[in-house]
């Protein structure tokens, strides 16, 4: 079920110096309470922009959603903006989120695709977040996880902090030492397919969420398409597009056509 709501800003703080990253707190009763971890919302951002914008559930609280973002263009910037007391408008929970799984779970998120994983890791029993960051003074946000009880690894691609590399290693890392029953991603395209590669490679389940373009955010305008596969009733494979806002944005990772 989609809401529209004029949510109230409760807090919009920057998350750290030196990137434009924010952490939102909207009252939206509505789409709080009926939000599943991994759905999004699309945000009116103002007069001048025409199309909303798609941003991740990062967690819901009571009344609240919070919304973690970084200002790449025009939109987010007007979000960035928005002061205590003012109204957003709403759309939402909108898409198809992360399936719960049992069994030891892991967190794959490099950059902002961390704050989607939150919610699905707060509701895994026995989850852990594996977390790369370009260099030591973009690592944030890691309290959110550690406060639920969710151990944190950080890799970095420079090694100002932990190992030096990609999150993909610390997943090979994981990989091989068993036990893993789900992967969960968001990132980086390039990321998340090396991570779909590795889990198909060691036969584990993985959930990916995927970033597309959107315009209507409501599966009618299909500008937020990707290709999948599909097989059918012979087991015959084709290709199909399918629109990330309605099907998505979490897709199993083997439906996933990455080019
Ligand atoms: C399903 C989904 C979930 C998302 N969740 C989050 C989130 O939790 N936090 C967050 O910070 N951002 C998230 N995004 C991305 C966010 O929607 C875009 O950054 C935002 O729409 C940009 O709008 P703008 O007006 O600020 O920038 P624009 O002026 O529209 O664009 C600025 C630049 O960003 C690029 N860009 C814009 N949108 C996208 C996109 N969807 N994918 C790749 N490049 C894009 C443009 O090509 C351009 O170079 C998500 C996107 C999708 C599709
Ligand atoms: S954004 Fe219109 S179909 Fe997905």
Redesign the pocket.
Known sequence: MNYKDNGKVLQNRRIIDGAQLYDMLIECPEIAHNAEPGQ?VHIA?GEG?TLR????I?ETAGDCVR?????????????AERREGDTVSLLGAL?HGFTPRDGKVLLVGGG?GI??LLSIGKTCQNAKALFGFRNVSLINSLELFENNGIETSVITDDGSSGRKGFVTELLRDELTAGGVSQVYVCGPKPMMAVVAKLCAGFGVDCQV??????GCGVGACLA?VCKTMFRDNEGAEGEKYKR??VD??VFDAKEIIWE
């Not at 919304?67 to 979000?79: A, H, I, P, S």
Request: charged content about 20%.
């Open positions: 999004i951002c922009t914008r798609p941003i991740s990062c919304l973690c973002y970084e200002v790449r263009g025009k939109g987010t910037k007007w979000m898409g902002i704050y989607p969420s995927m970033e597309e373009r959107m937020c990330v806002c998505g944005p």
